[in-house]
């Protein structure tokens, strides 16, 4: 049953090591073992007993919100658009800024747009990070 053993490793790869997680492994794996005898006593080759609950135990999204290590789509959601204000208004204040002294030490020879498109690959890059998990 070495199969079941690295798939559950690989399903907890993610999650920090703990005694609860270690437990929870355990658990997962035995239940995986009890289904794999019980199809096999139903007739079932060991190779498809096994791939049979693997595919019919799913992922673990739910024990990994259990052990408090999943991040809910909301947040993620949340931290985007958060993510996309702060990059427009840094982007906004080094423009600023940038402007500034262009005009007060420079005025004569205009600077500043080539910094500015420098400077907008940030906001831009937010923006399409934001639109593309909407």
């Keep these: 049953m070495k199969v079941l053993k690295n798939h559950v490793h690989s399903l907890f790869k993610d999650i920090p090591s703990s005694e609860q997680k270690e437990a929870l492994m355990q658990e997962v794996l ?16 060991e190779e498809d007993a096994i791939n049979k609950a693997i595919v019919d135990f799913g992922d673990i999204e739910d024990l990994k919100h259990e052990l408090g290590t999943g991040e809910t789509q909301p947040q993620k959601k949340k931290m985007r658009k958060l993510n996309l204000g ?27 747009v080539y910094p500015t ?8 890059t937010m923006y399409f990070i934001w639109l593309r998990n909407k």
Excluded: R
């Design 86 to 112: 702060y990059s427009l208004w840094g982007s906004s204040l080094v423009i600023a800024l940038v402007l500034f002294i262009n005009l007060y030490y420079t005025p004569h020879t205009i600077w500043f």
């Design 117 to 124: 498109f420098v400077i907008l690959w940030w906001p831009l």
């Design 30 to 45: 035995q239940n995986l073992e009890e289904k794999v005898w019980d199809l096999m006593e139903q007739g079932k080759a």
